[in-house]
């Protein structure tokens, strides 16, 4: 039963905490690395490429170029967001890793016999 307890915590550590921890919970740093460099680049790209936006908006703002209606700020965001495809190959690796991260915990436990 302990086996038990160990494997859902890895599991659930990789779904619920961060992709990679469930690995490093079990042991396998690299392993978990694997799954935790991906998720940190592609956290990063979106990161800044929001950052990015955020300042282009404010910069119009403060030119006196944009309004500050929220609808029409919706719209900006909405046509601005930058480049589309990075972005979605960005949310895609976040969505791959950490369910991967999540199966593949499961996978090991049940390949050591846990």
């Known amino acids: 039963m302990t086996h038990m307890k ?3 915590k890895a599991v ?3 779904l619920l905490l961060f992709p990679g921890v469930g690995q490093i919970h079990l042991k396998r ?14 956290l990063g790209y979106l990161l ?5 936006q ?3 908006i404010a910069n119009q703002i403060l ?10 700020l919706a719209a900006q965001i ?25 199966v593949d915990a499961w996978w090991l436990l049940r ?3 846990q």
Request: a negative charge; glycine letters at 10%.
């Open 78 to 102: 909405e046509a601005g967001s930058g480049n589309t495809v990075w972005a979605n190959v960005a949310a895609a690796v976040l969505l791959l890793c950490w369910i991967g991260s999540a």
């Open 29 to 42: 740093p690299l392993r978990g690395l694997a799954f935790m460099a991906p998720v940190l680049a592609a």
């Open 6 to 8: 160990k494997s859902m």
């Open 63 to 72: 030119a006196g170029t944009a309004s500050m209606d929220p609808a029409a």
């Open 111 to 113: 390949q050591d016999g």
């Open 54 to 56: 955020a300042n282009r």
């Open 12 to 14: 659930w550590l990789s």
């Open 48 to 52: 800044s490429d929001a950052v990015d």
